[in-house]
């Protein structure tokens, strides 16, 4: 039997440190983060990553997930750990960057080992939210990023960024990318959260243009799905990622929000650990829920400490939203829950609860007539 903390474990978040090269505004760290991390790694971490692999069932790939701060600029320490990791089976590297740091050296790297990548970009108006656009056109990161084999590029949806805008300019990136590699690069769409943010002007949503345009989509993905019309290929990705999530929930009678902690598994089943073996309930806050050393017991308990979902479940199933979002975030303070990030959610999600609604009813009409 292994000497450390023992779980079936399908993502470890590797916190390499949490220094980074820009200061974004919307920044979930800013108002959790404390402490610096350790910029050695102890030994043992490796032998726990071992442990890990061997532990969990055959069907499970571990997703190694470098993480910061900035992860790039920890570049070393990245290489140390690929080199020391790379001889485990069932392991998939990953990272989320702001990709201002990359280098020739680490898209080689990346990927030989067909490590994803995924950019934090704002579009139009990154500058307004991240201060550096380093997918501007002619840069030397614009380049270097589009060369990577696997890349996806991800969007916080704020006042500085709506859904249309979003989709509009990844739709305008994946052509050049398609260009080069012949298959698209991949979208994900996050919402702003308020972790304790100092600037409440990022949350000054126009909910009712959130909605609108989300519905406008809608409309194109209805007929798209009924063979009447064509999408875009960064619209698709926005509404369906939000309509598979209905159709899961449905799909279980009502049932697949059941659970009693936060649905992104943070502390459970993915884990996030430091360089020197401690663990976190979460890779964007100081507070430590134990290490690896620690009994399994003792450390969840640390963690379900921090685990508001439970106290929400009342709230969260009167929400119609909460077949897509599940239960907000454990980061987020009840109050700052309610003011911003449920009513974007829920201004997202009800024109497509809307639409599915409508086209199930137009299916049911065609299969009568």
């Known amino acids: ?22 200061n974004c505004r919307y920044c979930l760290q800013h108002p959790l ?82 490590l994803h990548v995924a950019i934090s970009w704002d579009g139009k108006n990154v500058l307004e939210t991240r201060g550096y656009d380093v997918f501007a056109p002619g840069s030397k990161t614009r380049d270097l990023l589009l060369q990577l084999d696997h890349l996806c ?14 989709c509009d300019a990844f739709q305008d990136l994946s052509k050049d990318y ?3 590699h012949g298959y698209p690069l991949s979208f994900n769409y996050d919402t702003i959260m308020d972790t304790g943010l100092g600037d409440k002007s990022l949350l000054d949503m126009d909910y009712d243009r959130v909605e609108r345009e989300v519905g406008t989509m809608m409309d194109r993905y209805m ?7 064509e999408m875009k290929f960064a619209e698709l990705a926005f509404i369906e990622s939000r309509f598979n999530s209905l159709y899961d929930y449905n799909r279980k009678d009502g049932k697949f929000w059941d659970r009693q902690w936060c649905c992104c598994n943070n502390g459970y089943s993915v ?43 009342p709230q969260c199933l009167e929400c119609p939203a909460v077949a897509s979002c599940k239960g907000g975030c ?21 024109p497509i609860l809307k639409g599915t609604l409508a086209y199930g009813r137009e299916i049911m009409e065609a299969g009568n007539g």
């Open 33 to 114: 983060v404390e402490q610096s991390l350790s910029g050695r790694v102890n030994p043992d971490v490796y032998r726990f990553l071992e442990q890990i692999v061997e532990e969990n069932d055959e069907k499970t790939t571990l997703g190694l997930h470098f993480y910061g701060g900035e992860p790039l600029i920890y570049f070393p320490l990245m290489k140390e750990m690929i080199e020391k990791t790379k001889h485990l089976k069932r392991v998939q590297y990953s990272t989320i960057s702001n990709g201002k740091a990359i280098t020739q050296e680490m898209v080689d790297l990346f990927n030989e080992i067909q």
């Open 223 to 229: 007929k798209y799905r009924l063979n009447k019309g």
């Open 330 to 350: 454990k980061l987020v303070a009840p109050e700052n829950m309610e003011n911003g990030l449920c009513k974007l959610r829920r201004a997202i999600f009800l």
């Open 1 to 22: 039997m292994g000497k450390f903390l023992k779980r079936n474990i399908s993502t470890i978040f590797v916190m390499l440190g949490n220094g980074c090269n820009l």
């Open 271 to 313: 884990l996030n650990l430091d360089l020197a073996g401690n663990l976190y309930p979460c890779h964007n806050t100081s507070h430590k829920a134990g290490s690896i050393y620690d009994p399994y017991f003792k450390y969840l308990n640390e963690v379900l400490k921090t685990d508001t979902t439970f106290a929400r479940r």
């Open 178 to 180: 398609f260009d080069i």
């Open 153 to 166: 590029v991800s969007a916080v949806i704020s006042t500085y960024n709506y859904p249309q805008e979003a």
